[in-house]
């Protein structure tokens, strides 16, 4: 099925351990995002890829890093985990030239770190 | 960045109630959009407004951009048990592929059969 897939769905880090989140699309978007969801917070930018080949910073981006490995994936690691990284991760794609319109959201990644 | 203020953060209702939340901001955005979001889902677009003044509907919803650009609602007529879920109110700036858009904190919908 078309859309934004991410994995895994869910995962329990211990402080200090490294993972990458993963994040796939197939509707051919060129823009991706990475956002991580905290109650009472609503949605906060952690990294962004305007295009293959380029990512720029958010407005949470230290703790994490990003890679644009080709259009269709965007992934993002967490080189030494902490608690405060405890979230629900989302990946977005969007349509070029659609603005706001063309976002479309994974499902999730539910993470926490002890 | 901009800071946008959903209200209420909660709300319990009665099965065919009217429901209304919104949104406001100390600045200005081009964009209005309203999102739900199911549980252990990701948001899906419900209704977006490029237009001060506008006023949209889709089905049951309907969303009004506000005319100083600042603040946006969305009403749900006549609710049924599969709106629960959170909702969304987002801001953006501009209409291109960048990072300016910002998001509420979400209004948590709980609907009594």
């Known amino acids: 099925n078309a859309g934004v897939t991410q994995t895994p769905k869910f995962q329990v880090l211990k402080t200090g351990q490294s993972m990458t989140l993963q994040c796939a699309q197939d509707m051919n978007h060129n823009s991706m995002y990475w956002y991580r969801q905290d109650p009472g917070m609503g949605l906060r930018l952690i990294y962004y890829s305007a295009s293959e080949g380029t990512t720029d910073k958010g407005e949470v981006p230290n703790g994490y890093n990003v890679s644009r490995l080709n259009k269709r994936e965007f992934s993002l690691r967490l080189e030494s985990a902490a608690p405060s990284q405890t979230s629900v991760y989302f990946c977005?794609?969007?349509?070029?030239?659609?603005?706001?319109?063309?976002?479309?959201f994974g499902s999730g990644t539910r993470l926490t770190v002890v | 960045g901009q800071q946008l203020n959903q209200s209420p953060q909660s709300m319990f209702i009665q099965e065919g109630e009217d429901v209304s939340m919104n949104c406001t901001s100390s600045?200005?955005?081009?964009?209005w959009l309203w999102y739900k979001q199911d549980p252990g889902e990701g948001p899906v677009l419900l209704i977006a407004l490029y237009k001060a003044g506008e006023l949209t509907s889709n089905g049951r919803l309907t969303a009004q951009f506000g005319i100083t650009r600042k603040d946006s609602f969305l009403n749900i007529s006549a609710s049924i048990p599969s709106d629960v879920g959170i909702y969304f109110c987002a801001g953006q700036l501009g209409q291109s592929n960048n990072n300016d858009m910002r998001f509420g904190a979400g209004t948590r919908l709980t609907v009594k059969p």
């Open positions: 600045s200005i955005f081009n964009t």
């Open positions: 977005a794609s969007q349509l070029p030239g659609q603005g706001a319109n063309g976002y479309t």
